[in-house]
């Protein structure tokens, strides 16, 4: 079956660094990439979406330079929260597609301390 | 980006009872999903309906695509459903990206 695995599934980092979290896809090829988050208290939205042979697409308040993803195969994508502050603290999501279907990783957590 | 509604916002149910959630959109999707969030915060998947009903063990959706509804069913509650539950639903300009409803929370009193 289709199954999303994201990693790590919970990290805590100082206010001010950087964290990486990754998402892999296992059992199918995945053309596009979403990223959400959840921010405490509210609904899941997204930051960007990443599709094989396109640009990545941001959505407004999110940008490059803060959250750079990386999709470079049809199993694989990472995306980065640069200079982590508190109002950056959530779960993220990662969603990825298939054209037909989309598949959910659990999310990774980050704390900001 | 599509407009997702959940109603109601919340509610409190007895154990054995039965719930029933709902999930209004704003434009023609061609994917819906039903996750689970537990208090904790995990998110688990719960069914995709797109259209139509499907069951799954305790839980009925019906996805009514032409007036752009869902509901989510919960028979015979229990305390372990408690949580929040979320529908999210693509558009067709935009597939595979996936907007979510603010969720209904659910707690189920023993």
């Known amino acids: 079956g289709a199954l999303v695995y994201q990693y790590p599934r919970r990290t805590i980092c100082k206010s001010g660094t950087s964290m990486r979290m990754e998402c892999q896809a296992v059992?199918?090829?995945?053309?596009?990439v979403a990223w959400y988050r959840q921010s405490p208290q509210k609904t899941f939205e997204l930051i960007a979406l990443?599709?094989?042979?396109?640009?990545?697409?941001?959505e407004q308040n999110f940008t490059q330079e803060k959250f750079p993803i990386s999709h470079p195969n049809l199993s694989f994508s990472s995306m980065t929260v640069l200079n982590a502050y508190l109002e950056d603290r959530g779960l993220y999501l990662c969603g990825a597609g298939t054209n037909t279907e989309v598949f959910f990783g659990k999310g990774t957590r980050l704390t900001v301390v | 980006g599509q407009q997702v509604q959940q109603s109601p916002a919340s509610l409190v149910l007895q154990e054995g009872e039965n719930a029933e959630l709902q999930c209004n959109f704003s434009?023609?999707?061609?994917?819906l999903q039903w996750f689970y969030q537990s208090p904790g915060g995990s998110l688990v998947s719960l069914l995709s309906?797109?259209?139509g009903t499907k069951h799954t063990g305790r839980l009925t959706s019906t996805t009514v695509t032409k007036e752009r509804r869902s509901s989510l069913h919960i028979s015979s509650s229990q305390t372990t459903d408690s949580g929040t539950y979320l529908c999210?639903?693509?558009?067709?300009?935009?597939?595979?990206?996936?907007?979510f409803g603010s969720g209904t929370k659910l707690t189920v009193e023993p």
């Open positions: 999210a639903i693509d558009e067709m300009s935009n597939y595979n990206v996936l907007y």
């Open positions: 990443s599709t094989v042979n396109s640009a990545i697409k941001y």
């Open positions: 434009s023609t999707a061609t994917q």
């Open positions: 309906n797109p259209s």
């Open positions: 059992g199918f090829q995945a053309t596009s």
